[in-house]
């Protein structure tokens, strides 16, 4: 493509260097470009003369080596059968992947082609990904509630010669679209048994007696071979603006980010994880398998059923001392716990509120760098902080994060205020998952932390108050993206930058603070740029009764509002219910109303429900910086979005033009009239 840059890289390098006591050969293919969309290209690294950036590359495969040496006999994997918790050390996983790895290519698999894996989390989910890349193919995660046509894409868009599925469900997608699929020769069922035979269908048991017919020398001749500076993953984006991209990692990418992340959070070995959330994502593939494999921790598998409830469980299980959660999953815990808290004695809630005032003040002094603790706090720390860390699971956890959507700020001091600051982390496939973390010794709420050692960030066009677009700089930053030139030109511009498509700021101190996203940005009829997250989180920290609100207006002469109310959802399904939860029902007694279903307020018009709404939207209204950002109508919508619905994606991240689509009648029914 040529995409150049005349900052410090390496081209063609073929030198050894003193590596963890190992000597190892640091070999990179030749190179020119920092960016590439071919499958079997190479790109020129972003190498730095000295400081992090100037660490030697090395491949998966040389990082688990590294791994094997210092924590083989260690627990790497952990799934509970039949009640019981079995343990899959570092030692006996190497030798798993490797077993994969000879499996695949016993069934074809060629070099740079994909093995797609459809399924949740488990340790065959790992051993396939790894397996993929020991046998010189892309490790690809297909999402689980991708449609089998959304399937059929990513499968033929990475040549996909096999697919991994976890059940018969997952199957049966596959078996729809088969036929479009020219490059697959074989597909792998990991769980259950098969329902019925088929040519090159396989049961997990089958498919790793393959690898019998494979000597080492094969497999060990195609790992030799392989370059830190070529591709061993796909990354799909989940497609909310269009067709998914494939963002191609290098070798470098994933081991160079998961030392420096990890370094920056000061982990240590022996760390403790829960995988739970969609390992399509990148952001689970960091946590659950990139960077417990570099410090030698364990991995622990949730529950399919985990987002559906079972999670917290699973938490007082394990124990974790570091967790992952999307602004979804920390709302319903909060959501959870405010209506447990509503049951409780008035001399409970009176202790559990002194308790919080104390807490919140405690994060606060944390944040702001004050080493005393508020008066009170060892006594609320015995009386609550203890007892909700423990009902929750977080007794030992010392690093909770968040990210891969926006997070109001209400969550983030509910839960300092219970002495379990949210820390907020922020990045995208394109950047390999994290760019800034925020760490208990430097953090600003609201804000996504500094960038990783060896990164840089550039704020494109910014305003007068500093806010412009985000660009990344640094050996996270993908390849590009697979068979998508103009796509990838649009990402890195000619100096290799990487354009996030956000919008945020730097403060004084290096902490940034995302703002919106220019796709987002509604430009109403007057001209006016309005960043809708932050109004549409105003609203839903005004009123607790509201689940999901999006901001309408773009080319209009005034702002609208779709918003809907916290409901139940279906445990199996996942499907929202009519049934409101308990902190709605909460908002509604309050009211004096008696509604118990979102179908009650919406058919009623429920007269208390819909004026408290409208004081919210009115305060909201109050604070805005001009006319033009202030909402003038809304509507409640029968029923909250959902993945099942389709207007939230795998990370619960909205779908803006779905939901337009999706309601393009209410949205047009708006500006029929003026404005009132």
Same mark, same amino acid.
């Given at each position: 493509m040529g995409i150049g840059s005349s900052r410090g890289g390496a081209a063609d390098i073929l030198t050894s260097v003193a590596l963890d006591d190992d000597l190892l050969d640091i070999k990179l293919a030749p190179a020119s470009s920092l960016c590439t969309t071919v499958r079997d290209g190479a790109v020129r690294l972003r190498?730095?003369?000295t400081g992090p950036a100037a660490e030697p590359p090395v491949t998966v495969h040389q990082m688990f080596k590294r791994t094997l040496k210092r924590y083989g006999d260690l627990p790497a994997l952990a799934v509970k059968k039949d009640e019981v918790w079995e343990y899959i050390t570092y030692s006996e996983y190497y030798q798993h992947c490797r077993t994969a790895a000879k499996g695949f290519l016993k069934l074809g698999l060629e070099r740079f082609h994909g093995v797609g894996i459809l399924g949740f989390n488990s340790p065959e989910w790992f051993i396939a990904d790894i397996g993929a890349i020991l046998a010189g193919g892309f490790a690809v995660g297909i999402y689980t509630t991708n449609s089998p046509e959304a399937c059929q894409y990513v499968a033929e868009n990475c040549n996909a010669n096999i697919l991994v599925v976890q059940n018969h469900r997952q199957?049966?997608?596959?078996?729809?679209?088969?036929?479009?699929?020219?490059?697959?020769k074989a597909i792998i069922q990991y769980q259950d048994e098969l329902r019925e035979r088929r040519p090159n269908l396989y049961t997990w048991k089958e498919f790793i007696q393959l690898a019998a017919d494979v000597p080492d020398?094969?497999?060990d001749s195609i790992i030799g071979s392989q370059k830190a500076n070529q591709c061993c993953t796909l990354i799909y984006t989940s497609g909310t603006t269009g067709h998914p991209k494939g963002a191609m990692l290098s070798h470098d990418n994933l081991t160079w980010v998961v030392k420096r992340a990890g370094?920056?959070?000061g982990l240590g070995e022996q760390e403790v994880l829960v995988s739970y959330l969609p390992l399509s994502h990148i952001a689970a593939q960091v946590v659950d398998i990139w960077i417990p494999m570099y410090f030698g921790g364990t991995t622990y598998f949730a529950d399919p059923d985990a987002l559906k409830g079972s999670l917290v469980t699973t938490l007082r299980e394990v124990r974790p001392t570091g967790f992952l959660g999307v602004p979804r999953v920390w709302e319903k815990i909060q959501e959870k716990m405010k209506a447990l808290g509503a049951? %409780?004695?008035?001399?409970?809630?009176? =202790?559990? #509120?002194?308790?919080?005032?104390?807490?919140?003040?405690? %994060?606060?002094?944390?944040?702001?760098? =004050?080493? #005393?603790m508020p008066w009170g706090y060892t006594l609320a720390n015995i009386l609550v902080f203890r007892r909700v860390h423990a009902a929750l699971g977080l007794d030992r956890c010392v690093r909770c994060y968040t990210g891969a959507a926006p997070i109001t700020k209400d969550t983030l001091e509910y839960f300092m205020s219970l002495n379990i600051p949210v820390l907020e982390l922020y990045g995208m496939s394109e950047s390999t998952g994290p760019h800034t973390l925020s760490v208990h010794s430097a953090f600003r709420i609201m804000s996504t932390g500094k960038e990783i050692p060896g990164c840089k960030t550039l704020i494109y066009n910014p305003e007068e108050d500093g806010t412009g677009e985000i660009c990344f700089w640094g050996r996270h930053v993908f390849m590009g993206y697979l068979n998508m030139e103009e796509k990838t030109k649009e990402a890195l511009d000619e100096e290799g930058w990487l354009h996030s498509g956000d919008l945020g700021k730097q403060d004084e101190d290096g902490f940034l603070f995302i703002t919106g996203r220019i796709k987002e940005l509604i430009i109403t009829a007057g001209g006016e740029n309005v960043p809708p997250?932050?109004?549409?989180?105003?609203?839903?920290?005004?009123?607790?009764?509201?689940?999901?609100?999006?901001?309408?207006g773009d080319k209009m002469k005034f702002l609208s509002m779709l918003l809907t109310l916290k409901c139940t959802t279906d445990a199996d399904t996942g499907e929202p219910q009519d049934e409101l939860t308990p902190e709605a029902l909460q908002f509604c007694q309050r009211l004096g109303s008696s509604a118990k279903r979102v179908s009650e307020v919406v058919c009623s018009k429920d007269s208390a429900v819909y004026k408290a709404i409208q004081e919210g939207v009115d305060r909201v209204n109050r604070r805005a910086a001009s006319n033009a950002q202030r909402v003038q109508k809304w509507i409640i919508l029968d029923k909250d979005f959902s993945v099942a619905g389709g207007e939230l994606g795998p990370t619960m991240k909205l779908k803006r033009p779905t939901v337009s689509k999706m309601y393009k009648e209410v949205i047009d029914n708006f500006y029929k009239e003026s404005a009132p």
């Open positions: 190498i730095e003369p199957l049966s997608k596959i078996l729809q679209v088969q036929d479009q699929l020219p490059h697959l020398s094969q497999l370094e920056m959070l049951k %409780s004695s008035i001399i409970q809630r009176k =202790v559990a #509120s002194w308790a919080k005032g104390i807490g919140l003040q405690a %994060s606060y002094n944390l944040m702001n760098g =004050v080493n #005393s997250i932050p109004i549409e989180d105003a609203i839903k920290e005004e009123l607790s009764i509201i689940s999901n609100a999006m901001l309408i």
